[in-house]
């Protein structure tokens, strides 16, 4: 079974490493499949003309990967970011598509429609999925250990103070512009070494999957199950909705529901439960807690009534 | 974020992790003999993978009602991959290592054969498989994969570059433009073609690559008659063949030989998209054809408007390509005389098989080494028109005009 | 030169089309401030459709428009009551876009289940036709999709000038308190609005259905470039949505007619980027502050 779950760990990654831009500073980008995408190119692209070796060396590259991205983010970032929310979102959407047809396009280096397909590594077989899962669980433990220092640094401060109102943010003096390419880099870098691992296990590399709106709406939808803006609620919406999807693919297939499916949940989630699981257990318990606090003291004996109920 | 929520994350990730480690109980290796397979049953490709599961189904029924394969009865689990590469490797996967399947038979599209093919190589299982024929499939060089249809896809239009050559010189093209779809079968086809015909002579006045989701070929087909060619070469599938035609029709030119690799090759739908009258004397390749004297074939036809209904030009050549996959399986399984993989792969390395699809053969990646038919639109009817051996009319050339 | 200006005929027929889809669009936004990212879907929607109605019951895709426009008019404000009003205000912009992006998906869903996923297209006896004047060939199904496309944008603008609701829409998107104090039912006046927008929908989907074919798979090609239009032109800004519209569907035919076909759908995203730079708010976008 340790398949499904490196595609679970797989976008766990991909959530924590959103939430990173799109939970901290409240800009949503919905193009993040697009560096998903360039990182299994560029793994697919760069062994194409190496040899993988004993089947390791992919995973060395991994890192010079996630840097090359996160370097190629800065421009992309830089133009996107002289837009703000909705428009923020529109320009994202469409950086998808444009690299989803660079890849298309792209014939001589991509291969077009026909993708790039990566010999696959001798592991042994008992043994197969091993070095991939460690990969993808090294990627997110990156991306958790880069939320979690985020939260407690001055950068995530600059973050929250740009959700929260980044007009005054930048009045005050914070270095909004900065803080904001600092994290969209890092989550891309992240996000495209997901997509390096991914492409080297499937070892097929098509447009039209490499680059998929789906896998932006998948890891946009577990962040805000679980939690968004929270260290744990990535890794909990993925936890819950990739064993759920492929249970379901798996056993009921055989119908367009999946689609339906998936446009419910998201429906559900974002009505009924906005902030994500995690942020709402949390205020149950928070409200839970006020309530159980001892009575005002100049209260006298209705108080202890009030405490029994 | 408290603690509190905090370690219910925990639980719940633990909890899921758990359970997804967990391995399944071993089922029976005795009783029916399990087949596994993936489709795409939802998603891209659901229309020809339904298809496929009808032939697999009907295949199926037909061998248990007649005694099964060596007196055990067969079972195919079948599920859904919704035409993703990721969910396609999850499911070969789950089917041979928890559902511990005796076979495995291929899913639709060489987009999700080479994954599922390269899954089942690692666990030793001979892959039969009805659509994956496209270059990249038998470029994975496994050992285990066969391409159950006559020709790979690459060669589909072998037959009529022969067919060409066989018209006085006269009578042949001079001239030609190509218009290809950019997917791993269609551009492949007519990149070959066009190998073959420029060696012979036919000269390439226009040549392009349209992407994926192009849905107006006017300007595309605008630009191939500019040099007016003798000939036109599309490598399509059925969308932009339609387009093609369409634009074709409304910049009124009508080439002496105008050949699909796919799209055209549809019985009914082809006609109805352009239109009855527009069909005639266009050219397409096909694996296999209702009326093809091949082995079994008139089993396979009555066998299927029994359980479906219609009539035989209405059958999906998925659906033949999948009977013909599990009638396979039973020859390779009467000749090795058990379930076992290893021994199977042997066995259909060597020598002819006959099934519905013809006699089949295959090299050492898989890839088999026959032709497709050449078909044509005779008299408002598609009809194999050679080889002669196939044929059910005489091809005619040039094109008549639109509409005659 | 004869192949210039083909292509200017053909863009011109195509960015008409594209015009009155991206009008919805723009409405959409003006009036909620809601990116309807499910736009593509819902003109996919209106295209099987009329599609249906033309292939069960023979009703000519734009006569079939009289039925249609008003129901998915009633399906637009359901689809806002139900699905944006819930949103609170601080968040609608960002969570609109989400939201209605699960709705595309859900269309697309129930389109796939309906209908399958093979393409489909409205094939009137016009639709192959074409009439030659001056050597130039132009399609019968464009010019009539053209011509509709106006007069349905015409046909918007009558009422958003001329009539009270209409009114009443142009004074919420320019100042929605100000509205409300002015006794317009702003709730009333968003959940109609974008029930127009959605109407337009169905317009525009007919119209698609007979040119081009399609499948529940085809928004996401419509969507990106209709979202490329409006931010061109300006968010919130319908005669900057035609325009921007008439403009892209110029440079794409004549891009593709002179350098190469396969790159044409770039030129929308390298306008895009050059405006971006150049003009972040657009053609007609106002620099209101947080607002673009």
Known sequence: MQNLFIFTLMFAALGSAWNIIGGYSGYISLGHAAFFGVGAYAIGIT?????????????????????????????????????????????????????????????????????????????????????????????????????????????GLALLSIRDDEDRARGLGVQTGFAKMVAFALSSGLVAMAGGVWGYYIGFIYPQFAVDPLVTIGMVLMVYLGGKGTLWGPVLGAFILVPAQQYLAYRLGASNLYLVGYAAVFLVVMLLLPRGILPSIAERARRLRTRRLPPDPGRGPQAKEVVAS | MGKRTQIIALVVVAAVSA????????????????????????????????????????????????????????QLKIVDDASSPNQVVSNYQNLITRDKVDLTFGPFSSLLTGPAATVANRYGYAFLEPAGGGPKVFALHLHNLFFVQPAPVVKCGDTFVQYLKTLPKAQQPKTASYASLDDPFSSPIADAMRAKLEKSGVKTVYKTIYPAETTDLTPIIGKAIAPKPDMIIGGTQSVDAYSQVKALIQANYNPKFLFFSNGANSPTEFPSKVGAKNVNGIFSCSDWTPTAPTSGNKLFVSEYIKKYGGNKFQIDNNSSEAWAVGQLLQLAVKKVGAIDNKKIITALHQGTWPTIEGNLSWDANGSPSGNDLLVEWVGGKLLPVYPKSFALAKPFSPKPAWGK | MHVFIQACILGLLTGGVYALMASGLALGFGVMRVINVAQGALIILGAYLSYTLYSSLGIDPFIGLLVLTPAMFVLGVVLQIVFLRPLREEEREELSILVTWAIALGIEGILSIAYQTTYRSTITSYADRSWTVLGYYISVARTYAFVASIVVLVLLFAILRFTKLGRAVRATVQNPTAARLLGVETRLVSALGFGLSVATASAAGAVYGIVFPFNPGSHYDLI?????????????????????????????????????????????????????VLRPQGLFGARVRGAI
Do not use: C
């Not at chain 1, 133009?79 to 979102?89: E, H, L, N, Q």
């Not at chain 1, 001589?108 to 993808?136: H, N, R």
């Not at chain 3, 005669?239 to 004549?254: D, F, K, R, T």
């Open chain 1, 47 to 155: 062994f194409t003309h190496v040899s993988i070796g004993s089947g390791y060396r992919p995973f060395y590259v991994l890192p010079l990967v996630g840097i090359g991205v996160a370097l190629v983010a800065v421009p992309i970032g830089w133009v996107a970011f002289r837009t703000r929310a909705a428009t923020f979102a529109i320009v994202t959407i469409t950086l998808l598509f444009v690299v989803q047809q660079l890849a298309y396009n792209l014939r001589s280096i991509t291969g077009g429609s026909q993708g790039i397909s990566l010999p696959p590594p001798s592991f042994p077989v008992a043994t197969f999925e091993e070095p991939f899962f460690y990969a993808m669980l090294g990627v997110l433990a990156l991306s958790m250990l880069a939320s979690w220092w985020i939260r407690g640094s001055k950068l």
């Open chain 2, 19 to 74: 359970s997804l480690a967990a391995g399944a109980a071993a089922s029976p290796t005795a009783g029916p003999i399990k087949i596994g397979i993936s489709l795409s049953l939802s998603g891209d490709f659901s229309d020809p993978g339904k298809a496929v599961k009808r032939g697999y189904d009907l295949w199926a029924a037909y061998v248990n009602a007649h005694g099964g394969i060596l007196g055990r009865q067969v």
């Open chain 3, 224 to 276: 990106s470039r209709l979202l490329t239009i409006i931010v061109l032109g300006g968010l919130g800004s319908l005669g900057g949505a035609v325009i921007a519209a008439l403009g892209m569907g110029l440079a794409e035919s004549l891009f593709s007619a002179e350098f190469s076909p396969t790159w044409a759908s770039f030129t929308f995203f390298v306008v895009l980027i050059v405006m971006l």
